[in-house]
């Protein structure tokens, strides 16, 4: 069993910085591709950004340039970096590890006020 409790949304202007952070329950953390995800009201559950267990890395264009993905398989932790942030990146966000099954935290609101 896996758990994921993500951390470090809040609220913050335009053009502000989040770091979000995932940690993982479990000893399978660090042989697992790893994901954000984000759901804006009244919107469909969209890929933020992924990081397999060997480090590397794929952004949704509307992030791309803006947001950087990390792990600390030491820690069994997963990072979201957030830049420049727009209000449009307004969301709950989510944590997502794939081991057999998609496992997912409860999520973490950011909200970006113009």
């Known amino acids: 069993q896996v758990q994921l409790v993500e951390s470090g949304g809040g609220l913050v202007q335009a053009g502000g910085s989040l770091r979000l952070s995932c940690a993982a329950s479990g000893s399978i953390f660090r042989f697992s591709p790893m994901g954000w995800y984000r759901q804006a009201p009244g919107k469909q559950r969209e890929l933020v950004a992924t990081e397999t267990s060997s480090g590397s890395t794929n952004y949704a264009d509307s992030v791309k340039g803006r947001c950087t993905i990390s792990r600390d398989n030491a820690k069994n932790t997963a990072y979201l970096q957030l830049n420049s942030l727009k209000p449009e990146d307004t969301a709950v966000y989510y944590c997502?590890?794939?081991?057999?099954?998609?496992?997912w935290g409860q999520g973490t609101q950011v909200t970006v006020s113009s």
């Open positions: 997502n590890l794939k081991y057999r099954i998609d496992y």
